[in-house]
């Protein structure tokens, strides 16, 4: 199976950066879009930011101009780069790829554990 390894998440002051990365593993044909959701306990996961297989981005309107999301094909890794980090983007952060195998006929989607982002005040 494709298996999604989130890291760098932390505790950061308000104010900071943090840069996620996403590495997508196993036995893939390829990867169509790729994204970041996040989730805080009692609301719905929502989405954080999306890039296309041609890096075409979307971003939610609480992070445009703060965060920007990456890929590097070659390595099938996403990256979410953070800045100006307020104590209202704690959350915990998933990592979400839109995946073929080479046995498929249809892509899935994948979704990694999480990593946990936490901004003091």
């Known amino acids: 199976q494709v298996q999604l390894v989130e890291s760098g998440g932390g505790l950061v002051q308000a104010g900071g950066s943090l840069r996620l990365s996403c590495a997508a593993s196993?036995?893939?044909?390829?990867?169509?879009?790729m994204g970041w959701y996040r989730q805080v306990p009692g609301k719905e996961r929502e989405m954080v930011a999306l890039?296309?297989?041609?890096?075409?981005?979307n971003y939610a309107d609480s992070v445009k101009g703060r965060f920007t999301i990456s890929r590097d094909n070659a390595k099938n890794t996403v990256y979410l780069q953070m800045s100006s980090l307020s104590p209202e983007d704690t959350a915990v952060y998933y990592c979400?790829?839109?995946?073929?195998?080479?046995?498929?006929?249809?892509?899935?989607?994948?979704w990694g554990k999480g990593t946990l982002v936490t901004v003091s005040s």
């Open positions: 196993g036995i893939i044909f390829s990867i169509n879009a």
């Open positions: 890039i296309t297989s041609g890096s075409n981005t």
């Open positions: 979400n790829a839109h995946v073929r195998r080479p046995t498929d006929l249809t892509s899935r989607d994948y």
